[in-house]
């Protein structure tokens, strides 16, 4: 994996799905965020089927102007999940939609920069999606899974801010990035956000402008 600007990082890991268990549950520890054993467990699983290029983007339909993968558009897949003509082809697009937005929001959270309105569409797309999910299952058989859902759309945020955290361990943030987690906590209440900037010597507050703590 890499990060940061410039010159990648590269981090060798010898077993992807382990590397994910450590790094989410360290994040979890470190912003006190709780949730349930088969929910960390979903998330990793999450993460590394989707560190998979194949598993996360679409082959665009042959005739269009799209060529090669893509991420399908959100409401596109909003749209699949509310004309599936079986439930489980519902709950299934439902997931989906969850997913992407999960692993977007948290592991492409700097392609956003200036884009803030797409971060948190992709939040309340994702809670949503994973909500209805949890509601569905609720009456069925799937009550377990059902539960997951419904815990990460509970805490789709902070799990965001998890997910962040593992993405970005060795960021160094910019001038730009601490404007733009300014606004991000103004947007969507990251705490995670919060902390960063108050680390970074910049007091929080829901005003005009930031406060500089030095």
Request: aromatic letters at 8%; a neutral charge; charged letters at 20%.
């Amino acid at each position: 994996m890499s990060h940061g600007q410039g010159s990648p990082r590269v981090v060798p890991v010898a077993n992807l799905r382990e590397f994910f268990h450590d790094a989410l549950h360290g994040a979890l520890e470190r912003q006190h965020l709780s949730v349930e054993d088969q929910t960390e467990h979903y998330v990793v699983n999450l993460l590394t089927l989707f560190a998979r290029s194949d598993a996360l983007y679409e082959q665009a339909p042959q005739g269009t102007s799209d060529h090669g993968t893509r991420l399908k558009p959100l409401v596109v897949m909003l749209t699949e999940a509310l004309e599936a003509p079986t439930p489980g082809e519902r709950h299934r697009a439902l997931q989906r939609l969850g997913d992407v937005s999960l692993f977007v929001a948290g592991f492409f959270a700097q392609s956003f920069a200036r884009k803030l309105v797409d971060i948190d569409y992709h939040i309340a797309m994702g809670g949503r999606a994973y909500g209805a999910l949890a509601d569905a299952l609720a009456r069925t058989r799937s009550r377990v899974l059902g539960q997951v859902f419904a815990e990460l759309a509970e805490k789709f945020q902070p799990m965001v801010d998890a997910l962040n955290e593992v993405s970005e361990s060795s960021y160094q943030h910019s001038d730009r990035d601490i404007l733009r987690l300014y606004e991000l906590w103004l947007k969507t209440g990251s705490q995670r956000s919060f902390h960063i900037l108050k680390r970074l010597g910049v007091l929080p507050a829901p005003a005009a402008g930031a406060t500089l703590a030095h």
